[in-house]
């Protein structure tokens, strides 16, 4: 209904907020250094932000990953 104009604002809000509420809490809970916070804080940001369901799959399942989940939990 918004011809594609919220898609741009929306990818923004996703990176800003996924970006900075990863850094917080990679800071704060995980305690990482800054730097090393701040630069998952982007990488999470950009996750967030894809627009396209398969990157964002990808993207994602590299995240889980890196974060040492092998195998699903039941």
Same mark, same amino acid.
């Given at each position: 209904?918004?011809?594609? =104009? #919220?898609?741009?604002?929306? =990818?923004?809000?996703?990176?800003?907020?996924?970006?900075?509420?990863?850094?917080?809490?990679?800071?704060?809970?995980?305690?990482?250094?800054?730097?090393?916070?701040?630069?998952?804080? @982007?990488?999470?940001?950009?996750? =967030?932000? =894809?627009?396209?369901?398969?990157?964002?799959? @990808?993207?994602?399942?590299?995240?889980?990953?890196? #974060?040492?989940?092998?195998?699903?939990?039941?």
């Amino acid at each position: 209904m918004t011809a594609g =104009v #919220a898609t741009p604002i929306i =990818v923004l809000i996703g990176f800003i907020v996924g970006g900075i509420g990863t850094t917080i809490l990679q800071k704060a809970i995980a305690g990482d250094r800054l730097w090393k916070a701040i630069l998952k804080g @982007l990488f999470a940001g950009i996750a =967030v932000a =894809v627009p396209w369901p398969l990157m964002g799959s @990808l993207l994602g399942g590299w995240i889980l990953l890196a #974060a040492g989940m092998r195998k699903p939990s039941h």
